[in-house]
């Protein structure tokens, strides 16, 4: 099985930052994609930033220019840089990795468990 730790969320006030972090563990031969989805109270859960294994990154509107993805590989491990917060960044969000876990088999999809970030105006 995949496990995917999440941290770094918490309350922090309008205009600051926070950094998140996931770290991937178990059977995982390769990782082709890791990425950031939020969910706030009444909403869908929305992709925030994505990164592939080659470098490509996706961001959503309303977080261009703020927030920042990265991946270590020796690590398993992906990170959000939030900057500038607002109000509308308050939900929980989640990790998530598509994973190949054994050679020749097709990548499958992993969740973390989520980590609350609380912008207070």
């Known amino acids: 099985q995949v496990q995917l730790v999440e941290s770094g969320g918490g309350l922090v006030q309008a205009g600051g930052s926070l950094r998140l972090s996931c770290a991937a563990s178990g059977s995982i031969f390769r990782i082709n994609a890791m990425a950031w989805y939020r969910q706030a109270p009444g909403k869908q859960r929305e992709l925030v930033a994505l990164?592939?294994?080659?470098?490509?990154?996706n961001y959503a509107d309303s977080v261009k220019g703020r927030f920042s993805i990265s991946r270590d590989n020796a690590k398993n491990t992906v990170y959000l840089q939030m900057n500038t917060l607002n109000s509308e960044d308050t939900a929980v969000y989640y990790c998530?990795?598509?994973?190949?876990?054994?050679?020749?088999?097709?990548?499958?999809?992993?969740w973390g468990q989520g980590t609350q970030v609380t912008v207070s105006s």
């Open positions: 998530y990795a598509a994973v190949v876990r054994y050679s020749g088999e097709n990548p499958s999809g992993f």
């Open positions: 990164i592939t294994s080659g470098g490509y990154t």
